[in-house]
């Protein structure tokens, strides 16, 4: 299938993934995987050390946690970063999606997903992002 839409500086971007500790690594395997270099995060005292040594792409918040606890994490990385923001949900309802992109995020995606999906929307996310700096 020819990819319309391939540009040799999306690739090897690095991404920024905020989980819960403890949680799994499989979404940042399955990218690492797609050819993204991936820097895991397990807390929001750690973003400010993160975005000091390596300059993310795209962050990615995949958090189980209370919608006011994103709020935290969110005002605290839009602090340090203005790139894109994916953020991952479990729960489908429209309120909470809905201040998901009121607190900062860009995109949301609310699972199950195929493993497929994940780079695919994180490369269209990317890719809009390069073509809005080639003025």
Not at 49 to 78: G, Q
Not at 87 to 109: C, H, R, S, T, Y
Request: glycine share 6%.
């Amino acid at each position: 299938m020819h990819n319309m839409h391939y540009v040799p500086e999306l690739y090897d971007k690095k991404l920024l993934i905020i989980t819960d500790i403890g949680s799994s690594n499989a979404v940042a395997e399955s990218l690492s995987e797609s050819g993204f270099i991936v820097m895991p995060a397990h807390c929001t005292q750690l973003i400010p050390k993160l975005f000091i040594t390596n300059y993310p792409d795209l962050v990615l918040i995949s958090l189980a946690m209370p919608l006011l606890e994103y709020l935290s994490v969110c005002n605290v990385l839009r602090g340090y970063f203005r790139g894109p923001v994916l953020l991952l949900l479990e729960n489908p309802e429209d309120q909470i999606k809905l201040l998901g992109l009121e607190v900062g995020a860009d995109e949301i995606l609310v699972g199950p997903y195929t493993p497929f999906w994940l780079p695919a929307k994180i490369r269209a996310m990317l890719y809009r992002e390069w073509k809005s700096r080639q003025v």
